[in-house]
């Protein structure tokens, strides 16, 4: 039971159990990849590099073309609704700038002891009859005027804010002053 490579003059051979002893070139020559897909019954290719002028690696321009148009379609889609977003957002913080004014207009009226009227003319807020402040693209209406009271109790009311096709209203509840804002 030998089982190994051995030396046979100057050829070397593979001895094993229950098999005549073969040279390397022998068992190479019966178990050519050829003779090996003729016997299983499939298609030989010899896939030789060297009968090659390069290697072909990376991708065509095909498959480069199909991605860049996935992406080119995910940006399609995204890019409105994202910009859409944006444009919300910066109408939102214009319509918080007015809620908080108003929520200054409350306190000062209950810390200083003094009435204050908000009224709104031509799109433009008013304080005791004076420009409450330099609101850029906003339209306010009001449609009855709200009393902040030095006691600090409040009129309650509505404020109206048209911002970039966006809608926000400003509720002042009565008797306390809470300011809630949505949008519509």
Do not use: W
């Not at 690696?57 to 940006?75: A, C, K, N, P, R």
């Not at 031509?122 to 304080?127: F, I, P, S, T």
């Amino acid at each position: 039971m030998s089982r190994g490579i051995g030396e046979s003059g100057s050829r070397r051979v593979i001895a094993r159990e229950g098999f005549p002893k073969q040279s390397h070139s022998e068992i190479l020559r019966i178990l050519h990849p050829k003779k090996v897909c003729d016997f299983l019954g499939t298609p030989f290719a010899l896939n030789d590099r060297s009968t090659h002028r390069f290697s072909v690696s990376g991708f065509t321009l095909i498959e480069l073309l199909i991605v860049i148009t996935i992406i080119g379609m995910m940006f399609a889609v995204s890019l409105p609704v994202s910009y859409s977003m944006y444009q919300r957002y910066q109408a939102s913080l214009k319509a918080e700038k007015v809620l908080t004014f108003v929520s200054a207009m409350r306190m000062e009226a209950f810390l200083y002891g003094q009435e204050r009227l908000i009224q709104a003319d031509d799109g433009k807020m008013l304080v005791n009859g004076n420009n409450a402040g330099d609101f850029k693209d906003i339209f306010i209406q009001i449609d009855q005027p709200l009393s902040f009271y030095k006691t600090g109790m409040t009129s309650g009311g509505e404020i109206k804010i048209y911002v970039d096709n966006n809608t926000f209203i400003i509720n002042v509840q009565a008797p306390l002053g809470t300011l809630t804002m949505k949008t519509t």
